[in-house]
């Protein structure tokens, strides 16, 4: 069952950064790109679960969840800034 959720999750993270690309708004591309990085974390979360070392994974999808933070704030300083 976890390994189907993985490929869920897979379909899903995909169809975000197709939206990524494709998209002409900044606003759906920054909304796509954060989506993106919460099914990343879950993929990182769960890739640990199904191999045993939940500890370690749960760190790496913590910090790649505080980048995401950061760079979802800095990207929308950044056009903000330029939007005026």
Do not use: H, P
């Amino acid at each position: 069952m976890l390994v189907a959720s993985i490929f869920v999750l897979v379909a899903c993270m995909s169809a975000m950064l197709y939206k990524v690309i494709v998209s002409r708004l900044v606003g759906d591309r920054m909304l796509a790109a954060s989506a993106f990085n919460t099914f990343g974390v879950v993929l990182i979360t769960a890739f640990g679960v199904l191999t045993g070392n939940q500890a370690f994974f749960v760190d790496v999808s913590l910090v790649y969840a505080c980048i995401g933070l950061v760079s979802a704030i800095g990207f929308s300083k950044f056009f903000a800034s330029n939007w005026e």
